[in-house]
């Protein structure tokens, strides 16, 4: 079973240009996550998709960040403009909440952006 | 509020030591789960291992043993033997029971395993 897909793995852009970065879930979860993760530090929740509901994005910088998950399955995230801070890496995780008492949350191999 | 914390940023141990990585939970919930990932260079966060607030009893898989601990808020992560393979950063996180499946990480502790 193919996992979490995430592209491109790595991106570097100068500052006050967009970015984006796309995220495919493992077939069948509808639970999609966007995390980020700075250098040294443990990952944040940046947006929850339930299907194609954003569900949770208090974390989510709304000013120059936002996401769509259009069909409930891949997901887009978009920076405009970067800034020298948003330097770091973007993870995205899935998970089913079909059955279960939990839904474990697995995660693909993030995209690493750099933002000179 | 929740929050993790790994007081340790770095561990460097030879091979077939054993070690053990600190975590240490603040939450308000009665119900919650406790976490353990670990992140290889290749970055990846790979799922070790899943608690319950209700489940107090420890775990062990291998080489690898948790240890629960509710009077000290703690969850501490035990390597036997360690491998070289070890060598990652390992994350202690924490989500609440109702449901939102948020995770809140710690900021992780570095272990290297050397030959």
């Known amino acids: 079973e193919a996992g979490v897909v995430q592209s491109p793995r790595y991106k570097i852009i100068e500052k006050k240009q967009p970015v984006a970065f796309w995220c495919n879930p493992i077939?069948?979860?509808?639970?999609l996550y966007w995390y980020l993760q700075n250098l040294g530090q443990g990952p944040e929740l940046l947006i929850r998709?339930?299907?194609?509901?954003?569900?949770?994005d208090s974390q989510l910088p709304k000013d120059r960040f936002s996401a769509e998950r259009l069909k409930g399955v891949d997901s887009t995230l978009k920076i405009q403009p970067a800034e020298l801070g948003d330097s770091a890496v973007y993870l995205c995780?899935?998970?089913?909440?079909?059955?279960?008492?939990?839904?474990?949350?697995?995660f693909g191999p993030g995209t690493r952006l750099t933002v000179l | 509020a929740q929050k993790v914390t790994q007081a340790q940023t770095e561990i460097s141990v030879v091979e077939k030591e054993d070690v053990t990585l600190d975590c240490v939970y603040e939450t308000r919930d009665t119900t919650y789960y406790l976490f353990w990932y670990k992140q290889p260079p290749s970055g990846e966060l790979v799922f070790l291992i899943r608690?319950?607030?209700?489940?107090?009893q420890n775990e062990i898989s291998g080489r690898y043993s948790w240890n629960f601990q509710k009077s000290t808020s703690s969850f501490n992560f035990t390597i036997t033997a360690s491998q070289v393979v070890d060598s990652a950063v390992y994350f202690c996180a924490l989500s609440d029971g109702g449901g939102s499946e948020k995770l809140v990480f710690g900021k992780g502790t570095k272990l290297t395993v050397n030959p």
């Open positions: 995780a899935s998970s089913s909440s079909y059955g279960g008492s939990y839904n474990e949350q697995f």
């Open positions: 998709y339930e299907n194609e509901e954003a569900v949770d």
């Open positions: 077939s069948g979860h509808n639970t």
């Open positions: 608690r319950n607030s209700f489940d107090e």
